[in-house]
């Protein structure tokens, strides 16, 4: 079976091309495939090793380099020994040159730089685990999301990815005949998303968490039982119609939060 090398060069962290590498290969499903990520890059000396490296293996090189003298030297050097290469971030930075009519700063790490942005992300994310589970329900008027829905819609995952993405998150579960915190309509009700999914995919997914646990409790992932909490959830949610209802089934943590965000606070968002 034939092996592929991906060599992913940054003067940064290497996160951007790395994810972008990763999300682009899944159309291709390769079996055999090795990412190397060389961070920090920030020297000519550094750039000829990797690519001789990369010649070695062989290998694809993907680079995002802030500095441009960097990334001419980076396909000078991979054009000089015949090695694959793709330069991810510099047609980009070129474009907005042209567009917003001003230079690049060429500093690199920018993205992932301890600034105001940094800690305000921080605090977002210890709000969001702080208000899991409805554990602090006394200041839920502090959170910009609220999720409400049945035990595995997502409420967790979701409240982190989005806490990491700087929104305050709280998450309250419904639970049957157990009343919601009052706590919870003293809000601002248009920030409340209900989290909505099928009885069929709320099964599987309780069936795989109890078979992740080692639990042999039957009732958790039974239809009749999950059917009964979603049909009482949905009457609670029909009771709110301010809320923001969104159905989980078959999406990914990433689509359900890019749908909740676009519904709640429109595309034209803070980043």
């Known amino acids: 079976m034939a092996e592929y090398h991906i060599f992913v060069v940054s003067d940064g962290t290497g996160e951007t091309a790395t994810k972008m590498s990763k999300a682009a290969l899944l159309q291709f499903k390769p079996a055999n495939t090795t990412f190397v990520r060389h961070s920090n890059v920030r020297s000519v000396d550094m750039v000829r090793e990797i690519v001789r490296a990369a010649e070695r293996e062989p290998a694809l090189v993907i680079h995002t380099f802030a500095s441009r003298r960097l990334r001419q030297e980076m396909e000078q050097a991979c054009q000089e020994l015949n090695v694959a290469?793709?330069?991810?971030?510099?047609?980009?930075?070129?474009?907005?040159?042209?567009?917003?009519?001003t230079q690049p700063a060429e500093t690199p790490g920018l993205l992932h730089q301890v600034d105001d942005d940094y800690f305000d992300r921080i605090d977002a994310l210890a709000f969001t685990v702080r208000h899991d589970d409805n554990r602090s329900p006394e200041d839920l008027h502090e959170a910009d999301i609220i999720l409400v829905g049945v035990s595995r819609t997502s409420k967790t995952p979701l409240g982190i990815y989005l806490g990491q993405e700087g929104w305050k998150v709280a998450n309250i579960p419904v639970v049957m005949g157990e009343e919601l915190p009052r706590e919870l309509f003293q809000v601002d009700q248009s920030r409340i998303v209900g989290l909505m999914t099928t009885p069929?995919?709320?099964?599987?997914?309780?069936?795989?968490?109890?078979?992740?646990?080692?639990?042999l409790d039957s009732?958790?992932?039974?239809?009749k039982r999950v059917a009964a909490e979603l049909e009482y959830c949905r009457k609670i949610f029909e009771q709110n119609?301010?809320?923001?209802?969104?159905?989980?089934?078959?999406?990914?943590?990433?689509?359900?939060?890019?749908?909740?965000?676009?519904?709640?606070?429109?595309?034209?968002?803070?980043?």
């Open 85 to 101: 290469s793709l330069d991810l971030i510099g047609p980009l930075i070129e474009k907005l040159a042209e567009f917003i009519e």
């Open 200 to 215: 069929e995919r709320l099964a599987e997914v309780r069936k795989a968490r109890l078979s992740r646990l080692g639990s």
């Open 219 to 223: 009732t958790y992932a039974d239809m």
């Open 241 to 271: 119609a301010d809320w923001l209802l969104v159905d989980v089934a078959g999406k990914s943590v990433e689509e359900t939060a890019a749908e909740i965000l676009d519904r709640l606070f429109g595309k034209e968002r803070r980043l």
